[in-house]
């Protein structure tokens, strides 16, 4: 199995901050890395697709960038509702993984 | 805007099967990989398996000896059980679509389901 590795584990930021989230794969990957956050009680949903493809409606604040085994995922100015847990996820391989997860708390 | 909706059995004994379907309204099987996750605090989010239109499966060679995914195009629907469950199981499973127009991600979720295994 491919092993996702997030880092930090966990972070404390102030609205406005410029935070960034690692994740690295324990294999190449190509451009399957995907990036998704998660608030209490709600299922995951997708922010990223394929390393750096923005969904709609996620802010421009948002951006990500990274190629075979380690990417980033960078949120230039946070927002109130930014505060969350962010996920990575590979599809390169099956059985598709997914990284530890980033705990992003209000300082 | 494609919804999943999930349901099956919240609580369950050790050696049950846990079963659970999720349909999909608004939008179409084909194009699409259908999948389950599960998430739980000691291991995180964990991909079960995956199905397509024509009936392909997919499985996490963790669970595969104990797993079962399978599809009705015509009601829309997809279904998991998983054999034997055991407290280990205890987790959110989630239905979930993966998308090959985006690399295989995870554009859709469904709410999820609590599902405990407790004697």
Same mark, same amino acid.
């Given at each position: 199995?491919?092993?996702?590795?997030?880092? /930090? %584990?966990?972070? !404390? &930021? +102030?609205?406005?901050?410029?935070?960034?989230?690692?994740?690295?794969?324990s294999q190449p990957i190509h451009i399957y890395l995907h990036w998704y956050h998660?608030?209490?009680?709600?299922?995951?949903?997708?922010?990223?697709?394929?390393?750096?493809?923005?969904?709609?409606?996620? /802010? %421009?604040?948002? !951006? &990500? +960038?990274?190629?075979?085994?380690?990417?980033?995922?960078?949120?230039?100015?946070?927002?109130?509702?930014?505060?969350?847990?962010?996920?990575?996820?590979?599809?390169?391989?099956?059985?598709?993984?997914?990284?530890?997860?980033?705990?992003?708390?209000?300082k | 805007q494609v919804q999943l909706q999930q349901w099956g059995a919240g609580l369950l004994r050790p050696s049950e099967t846990l079963s659970l379907t999720c349909a999909v309204y608004g939008g179409s099987f084909?194009?699409?990989?259908?999948?389950?996750?599960?998430?739980?605090?000691?291991?995180?989010?964990?991909?079960?398996?995956?199905?397509?239109?024509?009936?392909?499966?997919?499985?996490?060679?963790?669970?595969?000896s104990r797993v079962i995914i399978s599809i009705d195009p015509s009601k829309n629907q997809f279904s998991l059980k998983l054999k034997s469950v055991a407290a280990a199981d205890t987790a959110v499973y989630y239905c979930a679509r993966m998308a090959v127009g985006s690399g295989w991600s995870i554009d859709s979720w469904g709410q999820g389901t609590l599902v405990i295994v407790s004697s």
């Open positions: 199995d491919i092993q996702m590795t997030q880092s /930090p %584990s966990s972070l !404390s &930021a +102030s609205v406005g901050d410029r935070v960034i989230v690692t994740c690295r794969a998660q608030k209490p009680g709600k299922a995951p949903k997708l922010l990223i697709d394929a390393t750096s493809t923005l969904q709609d409606g996620v /802010p %421009s604040t948002f !951006s &990500a +960038s990274g190629s075979g085994t380690e990417f980033n995922l960078t949120i230039s100015s946070l927002q109130p509702d930014d505060f969350a847990t962010y996920y990575c996820q590979q599809s390169y391989n099956t059985p598709y993984t997914f990284g530890q997860g980033t705990k992003l708390e209000i | 084909s194009g699409y990989s259908w999948s389950w996750i599960r998430q739980s605090p000691e291991k995180g989010l964990e991909w079960i398996g995956e199905i397509n239109q024509s009936g392909s499966t997919n499985y996490n060679p963790s669970l595969k």
